[in-house]
């Protein structure tokens, strides 16, 4: 029985590529790279396209069989990350963008910042992904959210006290 592909996603942690062949006659190897067969089911980590190798290995009742291919996929694991909705005064200056995300491997992490679309003036602007990326393992499905630019609130001024006449 040929080993099968199994669909997997990136999840940080080593991976068995496919479920294991049989055979009645002989012994099944496997390779990923066809120099070093071994018994073992190769293992993947991180996303992307492996090609996983096998043939049985004859025995006094069987010749063996030449080497077949078999592709596998681990897919990229998908983030969401929601931009948390900010603002500030007009005139000051813009504070941190920030978020919150969801489906990060712990021990992964994410780069960059978010940015948002350009203007001082009162009014609202979108907060984007900007330069924010988690690496080759993740695709983020990224929910934008507003920034508020609010007109600085006047001064207000505390009441004068009243003073009364001293007499002299």
Given at each position: ?168
């Amino acid at each position: 029985v040929k080993p099968r592909a199994k669909r997997l996603t990136y999840n940080g942690k080593d991976q068995a590529l496919v479920e294991a062949g049989s055979s009645n006659d002989g012994m099944i190897l496997y390779s990923l790279d066809r120099d070093r067969w071994t018994e073992r089911i190769p293992t993947g980590k991180n996303a992307g396209t492996y090609t996983v190798w096998y043939r049985v290995l004859g025995n006094a009742r069987f010749e063996g069989t030449d080497a077949y291919a078999i592709k596998v996929t681990i897919a990229k694991k998908k983030l969401t990350v929601i931009a948390d909705p900010m603002g500030k005064n007009e005139g000051d200056p813009d504070p941190k963008l920030t978020y919150t995300v969801d489906g990060l491997v712990e021990g992964d992490m994410l780069f960059g910042s978010l940015t948002r679309t350009k203007g001082e003036d009162v009014g609202v602007y979108s907060i984007k992904i900007g330069s924010l990326n988690a690496g080759s393992n993740y695709t983020i499905d990224f929910i934008g959210s507003a920034f508020i630019i609010v007109r600085r609130p006047e001064p207000t001024m505390a009441p004068l006290p009243t003073v009364k006449p001293t007499a002299k």
